[in-house]
């Protein structure tokens, strides 16, 4: 079965710091991926995704990610983080071969200090 | 821009009582979903809906759940009788496409199920 795995539970930053969050997937065959983000009392909302191409795609906020396929990752970088950017964070797959379900890794609570 | 729009947004129900939680998804998209996500746990998906039927839906999603998409607006998950473990934030999302460079899922606020 399809599982994402996200590494950290709760990261926490200060204004500027660098920010990488893991995630990893397992499934053999083509995958979509994406990085949701959860702002505090909001819904979830598309960071970025990745379907085919460039192995490194930019998203909303300054946010960019790549896929290793080798690895089976699919990590969130932003080279300088901001408080607006505490946040829930969440890794998705979707199997190409499996309709629109997205599995979900267990989410990364963002704390930034100012 | 448009949004996926939930209803309501906390729901208290006694164990046993059926609910029905529901979403209007935006105008133009063909696919609906709901997902569950248990306090602490995962986001889980239930089901997803195309065509006025049911594509795709895990194993959570037994004969106590159900969907409807009753009017060209509504989409909805009914729970028959609800049980102390249905307690969760409940998601509702809808895409254009199944697959695809367009189908990104577009979530709802969620409404979170609270069974006493």
């Known amino acids: 079965a399809q599982s994402v795995s996200q590494h950290n539970h709760h990261v926490i930053l200060s204004e500027a710091a660098s920010l990488e969050l893991g995630c990893n997937y397992s499934?053999?065959?083509?995958?979509?991926l994406f990085w949701y983000v959860q702002y505090p009392g909001q819904h979830l909302q598309l960071l970025l995704k990745?379907?085919?191409?460039?192995?490194l795609v930019k998203g909303i906020k300054g946010f960019e990610a790549e896929f290793i396929k080798s690895k089976f990752s699919f990590n969130l970088r932003k080279p300088s983080v901001q408080w607006s950017d505490t946040a829930e964070y969440f890794c998705?797959?979707?199997?190409?071969?499996?309709?629109?379900?997205?599995?979900f890794g267990q989410g990364t609570e963002l704390s930034v200090k100012p | 821009e448009p949004e996926v729009t939930q209803t309501p947004s906390h729901q208290v129900t006694q164990m046993g009582q059926e609910v029905i939680l529901r979403c209007v998804p935006i105008s133009n998209h063909l696919y609906f979903y709901w997902y569950r996500q248990i306090l602490g746990q995962k986001v889980e998906f239930l089901v997803s809906f195309y065509n006025n039927e049911i594509s795709e839906k895990s194993e959570i999603f037994d004969d106590q759940f159900s969907v409807e998409r009753p009017d060209g607006s509504n989409f909805t998950l009914k729970i028959r009788s609800t049980k102390l473990e249905d307690s969760a934030m409940y998601f509702c999302?809808?895409?254009?496409?199944?697959?695809?460079?367009?189908?990104?899922?577009?979530f709802g606020p969620g409404t979170r199920l609270t069974v006493l």
């Open positions: 998705a797959v979707n199997a190409n071969n499996q309709g629109g379900k997205l599995i």
């Open positions: 990745y379907f085919s191409g460039d192995p």
């Open positions: 999302a809808s895409s254009e496409r199944l697959a695809g460079p367009t189908d990104t899922q577009y």
């Open positions: 499934y053999g065959g083509t995958v979509n």
